[in-house]
């Protein structure tokens, strides 16, 4: 019963939609021979063109009321539960693992602490103080650690006791006993005896005085946050703040 019920639906379709496409080629056909008089006499067809235009073709009230949305009764969806219009939660992500995300240090923990209980305060500045927080902070990221300054000075001493290292030809012959030995002359290779370490990229702000917004802001930052005992250099605490930085950028929580 429902089969013969859909083939007679579908048919019903068909045919409504064969004559509305009959009809759109009869308007396409009528407008091309209303183009066809306005072109031959065009003074004549615009004097006359309301009793060109009365035909009940080019009327929108000449449409079938079938075509004619048909009216819902929005009454009928009272007191339905909206949470069956919910999405489908897929299992995929139901049952999805956690992320494994690197612990935090207790130092790191704190260092975090200190600059979420000063954010405020940055906020609060003057734009151009503002500015000069973010150059302190592009700066300390461009500050050199220990270790990586420390690993190019130990390769360059190596290679510079390799250079001067004597070497000694086989064909030198062995002396006897009771024989007086005469000291080996050496053989230095005069390329690398010349050759000199590249120089040293110094940064940026490498004797270059300090303004005034930073000076001001330092003298601020010494009144809130005092001295405290310790045994960090500032190096020290230049890496550390470095290293943090790097950490943050990596975890995008800058």
Request: proline residues 10%.
């Amino acid at each position: 019963m429902s089969l013969s019920r859909t083939l007679d639906a579908l048919e019903t379709f068909i045919d409504i939609q064969r004559e509305t496409a009959d009809r759109a080629l009869a308007d396409i056909q009528r407008l091309i021979e209303l183009k066809r008089r306005a072109l031959l006499d065009p003074q004549t067809f615009v004097d006359n063109i309301s009793k060109e235009l009365d035909d009940p073709a080019f009327s929108i009230h000449a449409l079938n009321d079938e075509e004619q949305l048909s009216q819902i009764d929005w009454r009928l969806f009272n007191g339905v539960d909206p949470k069956l219009m919910h999405p489908v939660p897929i299992p995929s992500l139901l049952h999805r693992p956690p992320e494994n995300k690197p612990t935090a240090s207790p130092a790191e923990n704190e260092l975090r602490s200190i600059i979420d209980r000063f954010k405020p305060l940055i906020s609060s500045l003057p734009p151009e103080l503002r500015s000069d927080v973010a150059d302190g902070e592009e700066h300390a990221q461009e500050l050199p650690t220990h270790d990586k300054t420390e690993r190019p000075k130990k390769k360059r001493k190596v290679d510079r006791q390799k250079s001067i290292k004597p070497k000694i030809s086989a064909a030198t012959p062995r002396c006897s006993l009771g024989e007086e030995t005469s000291p080996a002359s050496t053989v230095v290779n005069p390329s690398s005896s010349s050759a000199t370490p590249p120089p040293k990229q110094r940064a940026e702000l490498f004797k270059v005085p300090w303004t005034i917004h930073e000076q001001h802001l330092l003298e601020k930052y010494l009144l809130e946050i005092p001295e405290t005992e310790g045994f960090r250099t500032p190096r020290q605490v230049a890496s550390r703040v470095q290293k943090y930085n790097l950490k943050l950028k990596k975890w995008d929580l800058r």
